[in-house]
T-cell receptor, first 113, second 114 residues
Framework: GNSVTQMEGPVTLSEEAFLTINCTYT??????LFWYVQYPGEGLQLLLK?????DKGSNKGFEATYRKETTSFHLEKGSVQVSDSAVYFC????????????FGQGTELSVKP | KAGVTQTPRYLIKTRGQQVTLSCSPI?????VSWYQQTPGQGLQFLFE???????NKGNFPGRFSGRQFSNSRSEMNVSTLELGDSALYLC?????????????FGQGTRLTVV
């Protein structure tokens, strides 16, 4: 079946450090891929998405590239800020599955000043 | 425009009781999905409704049910509550729920079963 695997957290970084959160997926066909972010006490917010191979999603300095050959969608940011501290979820939406999103386990990011 | 609204925000129930959670989607959105979030299992898909019809269902027991009204508002019901049902329940809406459309999430309902 379809699934998403994320690197385990928590990840602790100093401000202005480089961030990578790994995400790989298993799916039939060509899924759409998403990164969502959850701040404490909040619901999920879409951070970025990519809908086909080699697409790059980007938002607020975060980027992720849809790599079909490695079935990956790693999240990167060149310089993190304290305000980026949150839990990050990689997710996929598969063909013919309607609005169903399959999420990874989430990666908690803590950025220290 | 108003976001996805979930009510109530917090609930405490006793084992064996039943509970109903409500979700009002963004105006114009016809797809509503429900997710259960727990520390151990993460985010798990419960079901999706589109135009008052259940379109997709996750692997949850029949105690979990839902419905959608003609105005796209949705409710989910959990009967015979168990301690393990304690979780954050999230609702998400999208225009059509199609493959690449964005889902907007509410803040969730925190259910505690004692």
């Amino acid at each position: 079946g379809n699934s998403v695997t994320q690197m385990e957290g928590p990840v602790t970084l100093s401000e202005e450090a480089f961030l990578t959160i790994n995400c790989t997926y298993t799916a039939t066909g060509y899924p759409s891929l998403f990164w969502y972010v959850q701040y404490p006490g909040e619901g999920l917010q879409l951070l970025l998405k990519a809908t086909k191979a080699d697409d790059k999603g980007s938002n607020k300095g975060f980027e992720a590239t849809y790599r079909k050959e490695t079935t990956s969608f790693h999240l990167e940011k060149g310089s993190v800020q304290v305000s980026d501290s949150a839990v990050y979820f990689c997710a996929l939406s598969a063909y013919n599955q309607g609005g169903k999103l399959i999420f990874g386990q989430g990666t908690e990011l803590s950025v220290k000043p | 425009k108003a976001g996805v609204t979930q009510t109530p925000r917090y609930l405490i129930k006793t084992r064996g009781q039943q509970v109903t959670l409500s979700c009002s989607p963004i105006s114009g959105h016809r797809s509503v999905s429900w997710y259960q979030q727990t520390p151990g299992q993460g985010l798990q898909f419960l079901f999706e409704y589109f135009s008052e019809t259940q379109r997709n269902k996750g692997n949850f027991p029949g105690r979990f049910s839902g419905r959608q009204f003609s105005n796209s508002r949705s409710e989910m019901n959990v009967s015979t509550l168990e301690l393990g049902d304690s979780a954050l329940y999230l609702c998400a809406s999208s225009i059509t729920g199609a493959l690449n459309t964005e889902a907007f999430f509410g803040q969730g309902t925190r259910l505690t079963v004692v």
